[in-house]
């Protein structure tokens, strides 16, 4: 359930940031994104750090696991 919830709840910010950067990812990768940066996530207290943390994940797992 914590899981759905984390998804629910930074999916949206995950959207705009890959329109803003032009990742091209679909949905179920932006899922993914979420969960690989859940353990950070699961601590933040708004979206400006949500989204840094985002960003870094992204930049750190692209092109391998997303």
Do not use: F, Q
């Not at 359930?1 to 803003?20: G, S, Y």
């Not at 994104?33 to 207290?45: E, H, K, N, R």
Request: one cysteine or more; charged letters at 25%; glycine letters at 8%.
């Amino acid at each position: 359930m914590e899981r759905v919830r984390l998804i629910e709840c930074w999916l949206p910010l995950a959207h705009v940031l890959n329109r803003e950067y032009g990742w091209g990812y679909d949905s179920a990768t932006l899922e993914l994104l979420i969960l690989l940066a859940a353990p950070t996530l699961l601590g933040v207290c708004n979206a400006v750090e949500a989204r840094a943390i985002l960003l870094r994940v992204e930049r750190k797992h692209r092109g391998g696991a997303l």
